[in-house]
Every structure is written in C-alpha cells, then in structure tokens.
C-alpha cells in the first residue's frame, strides 16, 4: 500500500468522504456536518492521507487540522483526527493504524502539543484503535459535544 498526502478537496478525498458519509448515515442515522474546509488541512496546520493499493484504487484515509483554544472546547495546540475511514474491503490490514501514526508524526513536527478526536458509540472498532495506541477519553469538543453518543479522546503529542 502506497500512503500519499492530498489535498482534502481530492477527487478520491471526496469519494472517500462520501463513502464515509454513508456509514455515518448507516450506523447513526445521519450524516457528520462538521465544517471543514479543504484549506484547514494544508501543511503546516494540517494534513490529509489517503492510501492507494497497488493498482491505484484509493482505500483508506484520514486527516488532521490545527484547533486552538474555542468556544468548542478545544485547548491551543491541538491537532483534530478528522475522516478516519477505510473501505470495508481493505480493513483489518492495519491501514488505518498507519495512517494515524503517520498523522500524529505530522501534527508532531508541526509544533502540535495534543491530538484529539471524536467518534462514536456506534463505532466499537475506532475506539479499540484509539485505545491501543494510548490514546485516552478526554472531556468532549466539537460539534457533538452535546450528544449521548459522542466519545472524544486525546494523546500528548509531546
């Protein structure tokens, strides 16, 4: 499997997203309306991964952006998993642990101090990831702060 960095604007970006979108829509009833701007995740406030079997078919993804202290609940520092996802024909290949790692190494050397992120209740194979790598349930930020199903988890980066 070959990793490369995209813009978050990517024609296979946005087929992942939309991909994503419908296990949102599949498991929780609704799609994610976060806000993101394709600008949030260019280096080197951000970063965006897609990773391509050998034949070019776009498999997995995943990406970060620079949050600071909001009225959303995150702290100065920050750095924000967002899309998370890999094709369920690819999963179970460590793919997604790869792409985590290679997010974290980014937000890193971009000063980041903390990565965070939210998932879901629904999503039991997301939060066994987070939690084998270290990371750990954090006070909840973001769009879904409110919500019963929301779980956000944070990691130092230092």
């Known amino acids: 499997m070959r ?7 990517h024609p296979d970006a946005k087929s992942l997203d939309g991909q994503a979108q419908q296990e949102y829509l599949a498991r929780y009833g609704a799609i994610d309306l976060t806000a993101m701007d394709p600008a949030e995740f260019s280096p080197p406030r951000g970063l965006y991964l897609i990773a391509y079997t050998p034949d070019g078919s776009p498999v997995a993804t995943g990406g970060w952006r620079a949050q600071d202290l909001n009225e959303e609940g995150y702290a100065d520092g920050d750095a924000e998993i967002k899309r998370m996802f890999t094709v369920e024909a690819a999963r179970g290949r460590g793919l997604a642990r790869r792409i ?8 890193r050397a971009a000063g980041r101090l903390r990565m965070v992120l939210e998932t879901g209740l629904k999503q039991p194979e997301a939060v066994a990831l987070y ?28």
């Not at 990793?3 to 604007?9: A, E, F, K």
């Not at 985590?100 to 937000?107: D, T």
């Open 100 to 107: 985590l790692g290679m997010l974290e190494e980014s937000a």
């Open 3 to 9: 990793i490369v960095p995209v813009g978050y604007d």
């Open 131 to 158: 939690l084998s790598v270290g990371y750990a349930p954090a006070p909840k930020f973001g769009l879904y702060r409110h919500e019963p199903y929301s779980q956000c988890f944070a990691k130092p980066l230092t």
